[in-house]
């Protein structure tokens, strides 16, 4: 099988093939939402479930900062709260005639939300916020054995931070840290929303869940070698993408070493573990890979190639094959991991992972 050359393409931003992560049969809901986004899905899901809605215009601007009074709906929507005309609030920001006002009243009336004077609803809401709203409306309970870098005993937020994390509603924003002072946009909110979804789903169906097995990617992380650099093969696989991205007018990729250090990773573990395929039996999708070795991205993708015999050799194949060429040269793209290693039945594996953070 050595002289079998082989070739596979991924992307997270626009799909390029029909083999893996294909975009659903149906269209977007919204305009401005695609299949590969990191939070498309959980947008797809909590729209199917009239969970979350978008704009008149069609959008639904993922990356937009959720403000207070649309936290409100969103969480009285997965509470399937229905108005009630006949509550008021104490605060004095908001009026009866606002589209959030009846649910600010019920999730007041609930102990979600605490009274006061001021609601302040067109403020965005940050991470700690959010965290002591979801832990309050869903009851979520828990502690963690090694809390976030970031959040300390003194704040407030802590004890529904820990919560949060430890009903693995978040895992917070890598490196061991939560960021509580940083905004929750949209799209954050439904990635948010699905997983408390799941989560009460599979509390009341205990038996839908399997026990995790040693080696699951859902409980494990993994650590990226800080002294790791490039191989020569590598490098030269680099310079040759960027070659062809300035020939075809793009702007050339970052050589980044942890995405390589993820790459050559996956490169190994294909030899090790004898397959060829995006999917890893021990780490997951290429998107779960690097989730799990704590990269945070905005979009990524990932070609992999097995048999060839230099980086001229698979450079070619991948550029004459559309789905891998549209990876080399999507321009939404700003980083590249390469990962090469020598062996097992094709002789050669090859793993580009591309990234914008």
């Known amino acids: 099988m050595k002289n079998k050359n082989r070739l596979f393409s991924s992307i997270l931003l626009f799909l390029c093939i029909p ?3 294909n975009a659903p049969a149906n269209a977007a809901s919204f305009s401005d939402t695609h299949p590969g986004e990191k939070a498309y899905t959980a947008i797809e899901e909590m729209k199917e479930k009239e969970m979350i809605a978008g704009f008149p ?14 936290s409100a709906i969103f969480v009285a929507r997965m509470l399937h709260i229905s108005p009630d005309a006949s509550l008021t609030t104490t605060f004095k920001d908001i009026s009866p005639g606002q589209a959030a006002y009846p649910y ?7 102990g979600v939300f605490s009274a006061s004077d001021r609601f302040h609803p067109d403020r965005s809401l940050t991470r700690a916020e959010m965290a002591i709203i979801l832990v309050r409306a869903f009851n979520l309970q828990g502690t963690i054995d090694a809390p976030f870098s970031d959040v300390h005993d003194g704040m407030k937020a802590a004890p529904y931070i820990h919560a949060l994390a430890a009903t693995r509603i978040t895992t917070g924003t890598g490196n061991n840290r939560y960021d509580p002072y940083g905004t929750v946009t949209r799209g954050q909110m439904a990635i948010f929303m699905s997983n408390i979804d799941k989560y009460r789903y599979t509390n009341a169906n205990p038996e839908t869940q399997p026990e995790p097995t040693p080696g699951d990617p859902a409980e494990i992380s ?55 395929d995006h999917q890893s039996p021990v780490y997951g999708s290429p998107f779960n890979m690097m989730n799990d070795f704590g990269l945070d991205y905005m979009a990524a993708g990932e070609n992999i190639a097995g048999g060839q015999d230099s980086a001229v050799a698979v450079m070619n194949a991948w550029m004459n094959s559309t789905g891998h060429r549209n990876n080399i040269l999507n321009p939404d793209f700003a980083e590249i991991g390469i990962g090469y290693v020598d062996g097992g039945s094709y002789g050669s594996y090859f793993t580009q992972m591309f990234m914008t953070r």
């Open 57 to 70: 215009d069609g959008t639904f601007r993922q990356y937009k900062p959720v403000t207070r009074a649309q």
């Open 104 to 110: 600010i009243a019920e999730l007041t009336n609930k």
């Open 19 to 21: 083999f893996m992560f």
């Open 222 to 276: 993994y650590e990226i070698d800080p002294n790791f650099a490039p191989n020569s093969i590598e490098q030269q696989i680099f310079l040759l993408v960027n070659q062809e991205r300035m020939e075809a007018g793009v702007n050339p990729l970052k050589l980044a070493n942890d995405l390589s250090f993820v790459a050559r990773v996956k490169s190994k573990d294909m030899r090790d573990q004898n397959y060829f």
